[in-house]
């Protein structure tokens, strides 16, 4: 097949590796398994016994508990895929997904990389690259510089011309590490150093760029799919407003504030951005609205996104089998006349964290673990009753999807689905996320970044309902009843290759 003088040779993925954990790692093994490709787990030795380990076809120990030893082994996992005969490797997100170089090994060692071209992956994981190159294609950005800094002094300057509140970002950077709000002059130098500190101590790459804060900002983004033939489409947006320290906890689609126009504006410029960087495979364009419902250009962020359940909701598409199709060499089917929204979605974050201790990060066993269900509730997650939360690794136990005809009912049902899932030994930010869906301001749809700061107090949590002691005694007895039924093996003489598991047994039965 040829597109633009380049032979694009179409391939067939037999067998994929999954080069993560956890909840995403079982998310695309599924839907590799319904496309007839057998999976490979990597897992590192606090994750032997986790649930995505035991699904895959194979799976291998790839290092020790921490992500450095393990899940970052670039050279390690590569072998381990040329050793089993594997012909593509899916990164997930988080830890290899945005790496070029990762994506370049890959290439050169024969195998698919499902992801887009190192290429893409370098222009679009520089904030400063990436603004240069939605400039070049008209698309709005906030006023600020169009380069990076790390000279203090030269930044100030930079910052009084472009008017105060200003906001400091790393460069390299991602989830809210070296990013910070200067209000005032006074205030430039200290948060212009701590923020070249942390982006040196996270990315290894000081450099940061200044521009203007916009306040009260909303943070929407859209979802691009890309072929390696050219062709680019927009699966609408996601509100992802409701965040704590730049991460976000609740996210819906579409978004409740959007018009018509606005929205094929944005979904037209998502896609302008994913050309200025010959794109392909699932993407996701950001962008900053303020409360005149202006968007500006915010990144790109070149891998599947944690919130992409509520796009597939509402659009009816597998975002990873589109990713694999596209990594095989196929053209898209899919058209943008064809694209219209279905319904709402709404997911929220089930972290192991306590809202009510300034979201401190918890460590603990799930002594009970029953996630919801019903018509509309989709969960997907990496754990199971009985596991213990890992320090190494993001604290994300699940993410709660609710899906209906409308906004409304896609609250409701989600009010309900949160009220059903039972955890018990650790907490978590369910409590929270109830809150905010009974807040008016997410009601109406009035909400922005700024939710936890203008709206939450610790002391809010306990206004919503919590199980009655009655209850709490029950969960506890019936606990303690089924662990002196049963016992956990550990098997330290677990050899590298596991046995193969009995879903496949199943599927060839």
Request: charged share 25%; proline share 4%.
């Amino acid at each position: 097949m040829i597109f633009n003088n380049t032979y694009i040779k179409v391939l067939k993925i037999n067998k994929l590796l999954v080069a993560n954990r956890g909840e995403i790692a079982l998310r695309i093994m599924r839907s590799a398994r319904e496309m007839g490709i057998k999976t490979v787990a990597i897992y590192s030795e606090a994750d032997r016994f986790s649930p995505h380990v035991r699904y895959a076809d194979e799976a291998v120990c790839v290092g020790a508990a921490p992500s450095a030893q393990s899940y970052l082994q670039m050279d390690k996992i590569i072998e381990i895929s040329k050793k089993l005969g594997v012909d593509a490797i899916h990164p997930g997100y988080g830890f290899l997904s945005e790496r070029a170089i990762f994506a370049d090994k890959v290439a050169k060692a024969g195998l698919i990389f499902i992801g887009p071209s190192a290429e893409s992956i370098e222009i679009m994981g520089s904030k400063i690259g990436a603004k240069n190159a939605a400039h070049k294609f008209g698309i709005p950005l906030v006023p600020g510089l169009k380069e990076a800094i790390t000279d203090i002094p030269d930044a100030k300057r930079k910052a009084a011309e472009i008017g105060y509140p200003v906001l400091i970002k790393a460069s390299a950077g991602g989830g809210g590490k070296g990013m910070r709000i200067v209000e005032k002059e006074e205030e430039f130098d200290e948060q212009m150093q701590r923020a070249i500190s942390e982006a040196v101590a996270a990315f290894g790459d000081g450099s940061v760029f200044i521009e203007k804060f916009v306040t009260s900002p909303k943070h929407i983004e859209t979802q691009v799919l890309g072929d390696q033939h050219g062709n680019i489409i927009y699966l609408f947006e996601r509100e992802c407003s409701i965040q704590r320290r730049h991460q976000k906890l609740v996210e819906e689609a579409p978004s409740a504030c959007l018009t018509p126009e606005i929205r094929k504006a944005m979904g037209e410029c998502a896609v302008l951005a994913a050309k200025a960087c010959n794109y392909y495979s699932a993407g996701t364009v950001e962008f900053v609205v303020d409360d005149k419902l202006n968007f500006y250009f915010l990144e790109m962020n070149t891998r599947l996104q944690v919130e992409h359940p509520v796009t597939e909701m509402i659009t009816g598409i597998d975002l990873v089998k589109q990713q694999i199709l596209i990594a095989e060499g196929k053209p898209l089917e899919i058209k943008q006349e064809d694209l219209k929204i279905h319904g709402h979605a709404i997911e929220v974050r089930v972290c192991a964290e306590d809202p009510a201790n300034n979201f401190l990060p918890e460590v603990g066993t799930l002594h009970k673990y029953r996630p919801p269900r019903g018509v509309g509730i989709r969960v997907d997650d990496g754990f199971e009753e009985g596991m213990e939360i890992p320090i190494y690794y993001d604290n994300m136990i699940a993410k709660l999807i609710t899906y209906a005809a409308t906004r409304n009912e896609a609250i409701s049902r989600m009010e309900r689905a949160i009220d059903d899932f039972q955890i018990t030994g650790i907490q978590t930010t369910l409590s929270f996320c109830k809150y905010v869906l009974g807040h008016e301001s997410f009601l109406s749809g009035k909400f922005n970044t700024k939710f936890v700061e203008n709206y939450f107090r610790p002391e809010n949590l306990a206004t919503i309902p919590q199980a009655d002691e009655e209850k709490i005694a029950a969960a506890i007895v019936s606990n303690l009843l089924e662990n002196g039924k049963q016992s956990v093996k550990n098997d330290t003489d677990t050899p590298l290759l596991m046995p193969q598991s009995k879903w496949k047994n199943r599927r060839n039965a």
